[in-house]
Nanobody
């Protein structure tokens, strides 16, 4: 069992940057791939990106590639999402999720993730 808590969301203008964080409980954080997802009102939950257990490799959706960066600090049980050049279409609730999987590469399917945070709201105005 692991509990996840996101923080750092807020209201920003288009072109701004924002970093959101996800703090995990327990002592097994490094055993999980970590993913970031987002969900806008009336839309399905969307994969944003993911990072491997050690933090050595990250993967991104095409819509955010080149703008967003995922990192993790296993000593602090924390994963981060740095969002640059924000656009109004990035407005959503952002969720972190943990995936305990034998596979060496994390997936983009939310059904494969075992634990979820409560989300943090990011609003980008034009």
């Amino acid at each position: 069992q692991v509990q996840l808590v996101e923080s750092g969301g807020g209201l920003v203008q288009a072109g701004d940057s924002l970093r959101v964080s996800c703090a995990a409980s327990g002592r097994t954080f490094s055993r999980y791939h970590m993913g970031w997802f987002r969900q806008a009102p009336g839309k399905e939950r969307e994969f944003v990106g993911a990072i491997t257990r050690s933090g050595g490799t990250s993967y991104y959706a095409d819509s955010v590639k080149g703008r967003f960066t995922i990192s993790r600090d296993n000593a602090k049980n924390t994963v981060y999402l740095l969002m640059n050049s924000l656009k109004p279409e990035d407005t959503a609730i952002y969720y972190c999720a943990a995936d305990y999987n034998i596979a060496p590469v994390p997936g983009s399917d939310p059904k494969k993730y075992d634990y979820w945070g409560q989300g943090t709201q990011v609003t980008v105005s034009s």
